[in-house]
């Protein structure tokens, strides 16, 4: 049977989670600058002191769900990449799992990449966002070493494949592309296949 520590311990985490969802749940009918320790008091009925119990302040709220965010985007593209033993299929299926995670969260999304209108800390959105460059950098070294190219610098390579990725969502998501999303997922792709042809060809010459 569960202890009255554990019990409290996961009380806590319900609640936590409860807390986040708030947010969320405000920001999607209204925005995230809207979003305050009040207004999600109300939203699970919880007084302003009881959510402070959980968060400093709006800042901590927002960066845990950052946190949680980058973790999300994590898991499906690590999920995208282990389908295939390509290492330019896991590329492009990784770059689909992005854009479907972008799709369907877009108010997380948003927030992850600093679109809310809410500033956060520099440091602690880096931190967030390592482990997605990690794995990202991981696969274009391995991709360069089975086409036998070398990348002088892998990380500026992955921060471009990373722009590419992003500046379509972000266009997507405000409705920026003709023709909707089928076709700036197809640009998206072209993309990709275009730097990753530039870089073999670069290697050539």
């Not at 709006?58 to 949680?68: I, R, S």
């Not at 985007?73 to 995670?101: C, G, K, P, T």
């Not at 520099?122 to 070493?145: G, M, N």
Request: proline content about 2%.
């Amino acid at each position: 049977m569960m202890g009255i520590k554990e019990r409290r311990e996961r009380e806590r985490q319900i609640t936590r989670q409860a807390i986040l969802d708030a947010a969320l749940q405000i920001a999607r009918q209204d925005s995230w600058s809207a979003v305050t320790i009040r207004k999600v008091g109300e939203q699970i009925e919880y007084s302003g002191p009881m959510v402070y119990e959980y968060f400093a302040n709006k800042e901590a709220m927002l960066l845990a769900l950052l946190q949680t965010g980058f973790e999300r985007l994590l898991e499906a593209m690590q999920q995208a990449r282990i389908r295939s033993d390509e290492f330019e299929v896991q590329m492009f299926d990784m770059a689909n799992a992005y854009w479907d995670f972008a799709v369907h969260n877009r108010e997380l999304y948003q927030l992850m990449h600093g679109l809310g209108g809410v500033p956060l800390d520099r440091e602690a959105t880096l931190l967030a966002v390592h482990d997605v460059c990690d794995l990202t950098q991981k696969v274009l070294i391995e991709w360069s070493q089975e086409v036998e190219i070398s990348l002088p610098d892998p990380l500026g390579a992955t921060e471009i494949i990373w722009s590419l990725l992003h500046g379509l969502v972000s266009l997507m998501l405000v409705d920026r592309i003709h023709d909707g999303e089928q076709r700036a997922r197809n640009l998206m792709q072209q993309a990709i296949r275009d730097q990753l042809a530039a870089w073999k060809n670069k290697e050539k010459s």
